[in-house]
């Protein structure tokens, strides 16, 4: 099981990034995937993640309206649209995939069998 994160780079407030997630070993459209993210200083956290339908979404409160996932089962990606980026959006974000707990439950610490290296974004003015 593999996962790469990119996309990531420095902007300032206000901009937008497109993140990607490419994976191979799995079948990718069987099983949940999100964004995860760790700022300096503090604990990783949950960003977003999808149900193998997509019907099933997550995202923690501080991304909502701003974070769009979306995820092509045809090419085994899986992306993160961040808009309107903030200072307190920077940190290394991972993808990661779970082949047992939902979607909607990447809040629990305990979340992610396989994880990717990750890519850092930094938005500052």
């Known amino acids: 099981v593999q996962l790469q994160a990119s996309g990531g780079g420095a902007v300032q407030p206000g901009e937008s990034l497109r993140l990607s997630c490419r994976t191979s070993g799995f079948n990718f459209r069987h099983f949940s995937i999100g964004w995860f993210r760790q700022a300096p200083g503090k604990e990783r956290e949950g960003v977003s993640c999808?149900?193998?339908?997509?019907?099933?979404?997550y995202y923690a409160d501080s991304v909502k309206g701003r974070f769009t996932i979306s995820r092509d089962n045809t090419e085994n990606t899986l992306y993160l649209q961040m808009n309107s980026l903030k200072p307190e959006d920077t940190g290394v974000y991972y993808c990661a995939t779970d082949f047992e707990m939902s979607a909607s439950n990447c809040y629990f610490n305990s979340w992610g069998d396989y994880w990717g290296q990750g890519t850092l974004v930094t938005v500052s003015s």
């Open positions: 999808i149900g193998r339908s997509e019907r099933v979404t």
